[in-house]
């Protein structure tokens, strides 16, 4: 991989900059109407190293008028855009991909600054982000249409066109792919973009903006804006020039946010938590297939929407799974991401490492067995240790919420059905995972079980070429695959006589 300095970004001679930025650390800035700006408000939030605690910077919060503004740019820079033959438009977002691949690790770098993790991982999330938006590039080059056939003298047509200015939310766990996601779909389509990135992330949505910036893409195509998310979600799905709204996030807020693009009629892509099962099943070893979950479980530190988070292994097996589950999940080096050799950070932030640890005691308290982990360590940072529990109630908190964090918990099935039940037994369906080298069993789980993601026998992450997403309350709509501009495209008939 070649690599290469980051310029810094340009000023904004109209307002302060961010003088508290530690070394390494990006100027923090929103991107509006092609211009770097502090806003034109004085509010501003600390950024964090979860691993230190130490303050990284401030990120400038949006008022009304900058978000009119950025609305303004995004209504400006849609009619440009769409306008622009898609031969242009791919080159600018291939020129952007190949800046991307060119500095992931820098950029990186500064995403293991802000949210934790391992620095390996966090480069490897640059790069699939430039994979993905070559991707969806050339995607774009085949947003067809059709021609369904008719009488003489007549044309009946199907026409696809972008949707128009989109709006969109990312939270911090991936902070180059969350953005991503939007932005590039968004870009193919046609649509110009404003998206808020989390404000505990913002340092890498800032190079992700710059690297668009630097392959020549028009101003006001891309605007980048953080704030208070309430006010911005608010005013951004009232106005009438937003004609889609993407979130990623919590179920909460997604149906919240669902529920203010409805009022308004606007189409959304809803990507939210999900609670994933891991069916283990008797004809597997059961030692390769706990290696296997622990990698999976502890990437991110368990912060993965899809992450492997109830874990129902055939009692037959269970006690060689715990073993070699415990032994893989003690082996796992914690640390702060920027050092060599670590495989898991420290939480993103404190309100996660508390809801973790809430979940544990009310496990414990229940009467769950923690057979290691499950304490919060002294030190700085918010770290959290790989925890597993054996021994787990059905009426434990962890196996009904969302733990998004380093837990295992550990549960015995005798009967595929009894397991099968209990995978789909919540509102969640985003990820589901099966273990199991009988052809007929893994057909069964995929056929039963209620998720958009389904895996045999590893622990799948997410790949341009393919749709992601998920069912009942974990969301709507897809990322990825030729499913991912869907959501971006609107739907044209056209029926042409050629006589009056
Ligand atoms: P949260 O629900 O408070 O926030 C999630 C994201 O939504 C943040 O980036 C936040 O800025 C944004 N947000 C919150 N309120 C908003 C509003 N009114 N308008 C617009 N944006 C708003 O949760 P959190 O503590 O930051 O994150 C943890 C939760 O997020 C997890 O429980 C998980 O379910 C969810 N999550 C899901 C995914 C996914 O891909 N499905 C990814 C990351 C996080």
Redo the contacts with the bound molecule.
């Keep these: 991989m070649s690599t290469q300095t980051i310029p810094p970004a340009p000023a904004d001679a109209s307002s302060p900059t961010n003088a508290t930025a530690v070394a390494g650390y990006p100027e923090l800035a929103m991107y509006i109407d092609g211009r770097w700006t502090q806003g034109s408000g004085s509010r501003r939030e600390p950024v964090l190293n979860p691993a230190t605690g130490e303050v990284l910077g401030q990120v400038p919060l949006a008022e009304a008028s900058d978000l009119d503004a950025a609305v303004a740019a995004a209504e400006r820079g849609f009619a440009l855009w769409r306008d622009l033959p898609v031969d242009r438009r791919a080159a600018i977002l291939h020129r952007t991909a190949d800046l991307l691949r060119a500095r992931a690790g820098e950029i990186g770098r500064v995403m293991t600054q802000e949210e934790g993790k391992p620095h390996g991982e966090a480069t490897g999330e640059v790069m699939r982000v430039a994979t993905l938006l070559d991707w969806d590039a050339e995607e774009g080059r085949r947003a067809y249409g059709r021609i369904i056939p008719t009488g003489p003298g007549e044309t009946l047509t199907v026409a696809r066109a972008p949707v128009g200015p989109v709006a969109a939310?990312?939270?911090?766990?991936?902070p180059a792919g969350?953005p991503m996601r939007k932005i590039a779909a968004a870009l193919a389509a046609g649509c110009s973009i404003v998206i808020?990135a989390?404000?505990?992330t913002p340092g890498t949505a800032n190079l992700l903006a710059r690297a668009f910036e630097e392959a020549g893409l028009p101003a006001g195509v891309l605007n980048l804006v953080f704030g208070v998310?309430?006010e911005?979600?608010?005013r951004l799905i009232a106005s009438p020039v937003i004609r889609f709204v993407a979130?990623?996030?919590?179920?909460?807020?997604g149906k919240?946010?669902a529920g203010l693009a409805a009022a308004v009629m606007k189409p959304t892509i809803m990507?939210?938590?999900?609670h994933a099962p891991v069916i283990v099943c008797q004809d597997v070893d059961p030692a390769e297939a706990a290696r296997s979950c622990v990698r999976g479980k502890f990437a991110n530190a368990g912060?993965?929407?899809t992450s492997p988070s109830r874990f129902y292994v055939h009692e037959s097996h269970h006690d060689a799974f715990v073993d070699a589950f415990v032994q893989a999940a003690e082996a796992v080096k914690v640390g702060d991401g920027l050092e060599p050799g670590v495989q898991m950070g420290p939480l993103a932030?404190p309100?996660?490492r508390a809801?973790v640890h809430a979940l544990v005691e009310d496990a414990r308290a229940r009467g769950a067995r923690v057979l290691t982990g499950g304490e919060v360590p002294a030190g700085p940072g918010f770290f959290y240790p790989p925890t597993v529990l054996v021994d787990v109630p059905e009426d434990a908190v962890m196996l009904r919420e969302?733990p998004?964090g380093p837990v295992a918990p550990i549960v015995v099935f005798t009967d595929l059905d009894e397991a099968i039940g209990r995978a789909n037994a919540l509102p969640y369906g985003?990820a589901a995972y099966g273990f199991t080298h009988r052809a007929d069993i893994a057909a069964k789980l995929t056929g039963a079980f209620e998720a958009g993601i389904l895996s045999i026998n590893h622990v799948g992450g997410s790949v341009p070429q393919a749709p992601s997403g998920?069912l009942k309350e974990?969301?709507h709509g897809r990322e990825g695959g030729s499913e991912g501009l869907e959501g971006y495209l609107v739907t044209k008939r056209v029926s042409h006589r050629m006589q009056i």
């Design positions: 939310f990312t939270p911090w766990n991936f969350g808020k989390s404000e505990e998310p309430s911005i979600s608010e979130f990623t996030g919590s179920i909460p807020v919240h946010l990507e939210l938590g999900g912060q993965v929407c932030n309100r996660r809801a969302e998004f985003l998920g974990s969301g």
